[in-house]
């Protein structure tokens, strides 16, 4: 089991940028795939992006593609998730994940692991 600490989420204007971070600890295995999930009010949790182990591979949902970046440091066990151009939609409860995988998984379902969350808030 891998244990998720997510921080980084704050209040920011719109056009504004935050990045996130989400410590591991616990098991760790080369095929760890990790990614970034969020979720607003009455809405279900939704993918934003993934990153295979080596992070040579990377995943983007339409919405946040050009404008965030998934990154990760095998080495200090970090996933980080840099937002530019945040708009008010972007305005969720940001939730890191991690997956035993070869693949890139978008569905909320194939992720086991997950931190508590970082709220983050855009305002117009």
């Known amino acids: 089991q891998v244990q998720l600490v997510e921080s980084g989420g704050g209040l920011v204007q719109a056009g504004g940028s935050l990045r996130l971070s989400c410590a591991a600890s616990g098991r760790t295995f080369s095929n760890y795939v990790k990614a970034w999930f969020r979720q607003a009010p009455g809405k279900e949790r939704e993918f934003v992006a993934a990153i295979n182990w080596g992070g040579g591979s990377t995943s983007y949902a339409v919405s946040v593609k050009g404008r965030f970046t998934i990154s990760r440091d095998n080495a200090k066990n970090t996933l980080y998730l840099q937002m530019n151009s945040l708009k008010p939609e972007d305005t969720a409860v940001y939730y890191c994940?991690?997956?035993?995988?070869?693949?890139?998984?978008?569905?909320?379902?194939?992720?086991?692991?997950w931190g508590q969350g970082t709220q983050v808030t855009v305002s117009s």
């Open positions: 994940a991690a997956a035993i995988s070869y693949q890139l998984p978008i569905s909320a379902g194939r992720y086991k692991d």
